[in-house]
């Protein structure tokens, strides 16, 4: 069986990419929720569905559920400090569906288990980044240039993030310990 590699997981993801995330900026992040809530998220799950693994699919949907609210929190206060809508870059990745969909069912057809298996490892380290990294630095951003209001809304997403890390990395102890399943009706 093909071994499947991280980056094969990002590659299968490309066309919904822009270039890198080098001018990540706070207000482009409201995409970044966006994708995962309707694009990242809704494919690990069908691809755990898939491989049956049903209770995991099941998290990664509910987890889509989350960042979906993470944009609406953000949106919320970018409307109220008056900076510009986005939506081009989750319109982008809509458009790429059918392309991104082909790209996962090629990976899926390879190896299902493994697929699944970085997936997860895919998103403990999109959390990970996000609440070591991301978030903290809009926080602080914020901190510094008394917004407290937008410190509170970063420290929410923050912990947010924090316990789908936590939620997801149980899940791949769970994976390796091998419970299967109960198979679906
Ligand atoms: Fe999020
Ligand atoms: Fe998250």
Redesign the pocket.
């Known amino acids: 069986m093909t071994e499947i590699t991280e980056d094969m997981i990002f590659e299968c993801f490309a066309a919904a990419r822009q270039g890198s995330d080098m001018n990540a900026t706070a207000e482009s992040f409201v995409d970044v929720e966006e994708y995962?809530n309707q694009i990242m998220y809704p494919e690990f799950a069908r691809w755990a569905q898939q491989a049956g693994y049903p209770k995991l699919a099941t998290l990664f949907r509910k987890?889509a559920g989350?960042?979906k609210l993470h944009a609406v929190w953000l949106r919320e206060l970018y409307q109220r400090m008056g900076t510009p809508a986005r939506g081009e870059d989750t319109q982008r990745a809509i458009d790429a569906l059918t392309t991104i969909r082909a790209n996962c069912d090629k990976l899926i057809g390879m190896n299902p288990e493994g697929v699944v298996e970085k997936a997860l490892r895919v998103a403990i380290r999109v959390?990970e980044r996000?609440y070591r990294d991301i978030y903290p630095h809009f926080r602080d951003q914020a901190n510094a240039s008394d917004n407290p209001a937008a410190a509170t809304v970063y420290q929410k997403v923050i912990d947010?993030?924090h316990q789908?890390a936590n939620w997801f990395r149980a899940a791949l102890q769970e994976y390796f310990a091998g419970a299967p399943e109960p198979a679906m009706a």
Do not use: L
């Open positions: 995962e987890v989350e960042e959390e996000e947010s993030e789908h």
